[in-house]
């Protein structure tokens, strides 16, 4: 009933509806998607209510709220805040790194090569770094090879199955 209400209320445009929405983001999964699609589609005057949140926010949260800041660009605090979360969230990396590449500041280009250079990180959040670093014009370097990965194993073998097919 929740969802259905803040469904209706996007869709009628309802005054003050984007502060409602920023409000309801960290809610339940179904409630959280509604809010956030109707903040990726709003304007920039969004951005100050999301960082008025974003502090007090956990973790999961966060996620979400810098994944609607990227839609706005050209600002230095979300990117101030994607570099933060890319080194202090190690488990939502390549979420942050797919957001960095798409918010399109070249400010994020040295934090990705650094982190692009740790001896500890697995396959997946490596390659998100590099598409990441690669979307805002920087030159990733050779492409590490991570073998015992189970990710870039599984992709190997998917890849040489396929190679010895040809």
Not at 29 to 50: G, H, P, Q, R, T
Not at 56 to 83: H, N, P, Q
Not at 106 to 130: A, K, N, T
Request: proline share 2%; hydrophobic share 40%.
């Amino acid at each position: 009933a929740r969802s259905t209400a803040l469904m209706l209320l996007c869709e009628m445009n309802a005054e003050g509806i984007y502060e409602i929405c920023a409000n309801m983001l960290g809610q339940d999964a179904d409630i959280s998607e509604i809010a956030a699609n109707k903040l990726k589609s709003a304007d920039y005057s969004v951005v100050e209510a999301l960082n008025a949140g974003y502090e007090s926010a956990d973790s999961a949260t966060k996620a979400v709220i810098l994944d609607i800041l990227a839609c706005y660009t050209g600002i230095e605090a979300t990117a101030d805040k994607l570099v933060d979360r890319l080194y202090n969230d190690p488990d939502r990396r390549a979420f942050y790194a797919n957001i960095s590449g798409k918010f399109g500041d070249d400010r994020l280009l040295e934090p990705l090569m650094r982190l692009s250079q740790l001896s500890d990180m697995e396959y997946f959040d490596y390659i998100e770094i590099i598409n990441a670093i690669d979307a805002l014009g920087g030159d990733p370097g050779v492409i590490r090879e991570f073998y015992g990965d189970p990710d870039y194993e599984a992709l190997r073998f998917v890849s040489d199955d396929t190679e010895s097919e040809n």
